[in-house]
């Protein structure tokens, strides 16, 4: 009995030694829970060590007591071990956390450096002329003058209200109020405010929708996911070309297709395309400019809308960008 007497001691000191190394690695919610192993292993060691004492306990009862004895030390280091898996693993969690805030903080300060900065430039500098000069200035010139003006506002104005948007998604606050949508009707009227942007670069955009065609979403967001994609689409499309934009029924979801012949995407691009750390900032065929966030907000917006988006595309061949959006209130596929 005296090679087993210094087995448990030996156990004993080890399991002392992992439950002080738990509380170190797990932190403050594992130390009760320590406390209390410690002391339950001591009060039975204080009773193994009294069996052992007296004569009457016999070889038996002192060893029913050591076997049971090890199965608890057993139970006791699997629980630690597989708390400490746990806790590594919401450790690594709240790395990759990190890392997403701050690829989003960086991608912020990114675009108030840089493409905040540019159109206030242009407005300056063209107004500043216009203040100063416009008695020796042309009819003409004076509308070319506002024309850029206009311009410099407009892109302003969306990439503030992009901006904006994409923090009420970063904060959660991003309204969603789901109702019965007839996509057609909804897709010819964000068209129609695209409609500017494609004649300048003589596009036609084509759609391509039954008509009765139904989802269930928010009209604000599925709003802003299509006008996004078809701004791109006109973005990245060559003079004179089409862009078609489709929607049809499968089965529990509408799907959602915007369609071009533009410029493509490459490989490369495609793995990372609606990553906000992944700064793609391609200019379009007239060198049009973006912020880089569009699509990445797309992604979120089509979540919140309980639908998701994807995209297919080759390099000089053209994109097709999809996203879905239930058909009914009991099916998401999130």
Known sequence: MGHLFKGFIAISLLFFSASIYAQEALGTPFLKFSS????????????????????????????????????????????????SIRTNKKLKNKYHEM????????????????????????????????????ENKSPKEIMAYSRSIYNSTRKLYSLVDTLLQWSRTQLGTTDYNPERLDVKVLTLNVVSILKINAEEKDIIISIDIDNNLTAWADKDLFSAVLRNLVSNA????????????????????????????????????????????????????????????????CKEFAEINKGAISVESKLEKGSVFK????VSTNYSLN
């Not at 989003?104 to 540019?118: G, N, Q, R, V």
């Open 323 to 326: 996203f879905t959006v239930p």
């Open 99 to 134: 890392e997403k805030l701050n690829a989003t903080k960086d991608k912020f300060f990114s675009i108030i450096a840089h493409d905040l900065k540019s159109p206030f430039n242009s407005l300056m500098g063209f107004s500043e002329v216009l203040s100063l000069q416009v």
């Open 234 to 297: 006109i973005k990245f499309s060559r003079v004179g070309s089409v862009i078609k934009v489709s929607a049809i029924r499968k089965t529990n979801f509408v799907e959602v297709s915007v369609s071009d012949t533009g410029v493509g995407i490459s490989t490369d691009n495609l793995l990372k395309m609606f990553r906000v750390d992944a700064n793609i900032t391609t200019v379009g065929t007239l060198n049009e400019k973006g912020t880089g966030l569009g699509l990445a907000l």
């Open 36 to 83: 209390l192993l410690k002391e339950s292993s001591l009060n039975y060691f204080l009773e193994l060590t009294t069996l052992m004492g007296d004569s009457q306990a016999g070889g038996c009862s002192l060893y029913f007591f050591g076997i049971s004895f090890l199965l608890i030390l057993v139970v006791v280091f699997f629980v630690l071990f597989w708390l």
